[in-house]
């Protein structure tokens, strides 16, 4: 059975640092696509970064370029999204996704899904 758990979520001042975790059990994270979502209050939930086979980025949303860092975590089976110089627009929660296919699909097609981490940056 597929789960997983996001953790490391928390309040941070503008400018600040967090480390995502997303930790799966029941598959690899490292053999298909994993993508990390966010959702704001009253915004439709988008996509943030995906990794397919725990080493190629396929994807940044263009705000968060240069400042968020997907990765794989081989040894705990996890996916990490280093998160630095974070802005106020960065708030929202975010969930960490799998689809069923091992390559990265459209969002909709992404059907594993954790109960997700909140994420709030404000002064």
């Known amino acids: 059975q597929v789960h997983l758990v996001e953790s490391g979520g928390g309040s941070v001042l503008p400018g600040g640092s967090l480390t995502l975790s997303c930790t799966a059990s029941?598959?690899?994270?490292?053999?298909?696509?994993m993508a990390w979502f966010r959702q704001a209050p009253g915004k439709q939930r988008e996509r943030v970064a995906a990794?397919?086979?725990?080493?190629?980025?396929?994807f940044y949303r263009d705000s968060v370029k240069g400042r968020f860092t997907i990765s794989q975590d081989d040894a705990n089976n996890t996916v990490l999204l280093q998160m630095n110089g974070l802005k106020p627009e960065d708030t929202a929660m975010y969930y960490c996704?799998?689809?069923?296919?091992?390559?990265?699909?459209?969002?909709?097609?992404?059907?594993?899904w954790g109960p997700g981490t909140q994420v709030t940056v404000s002064a």
């Open positions: 996704a799998a689809p069923r296919v091992t390559w990265c699909p459209e969002d909709t097609a992404f059907v594993y």
């Open positions: 029941g598959f690899s994270t490292s053999k298909g696509c």
């Open positions: 990794i397919y086979r725990g080493d190629t980025v396929l």
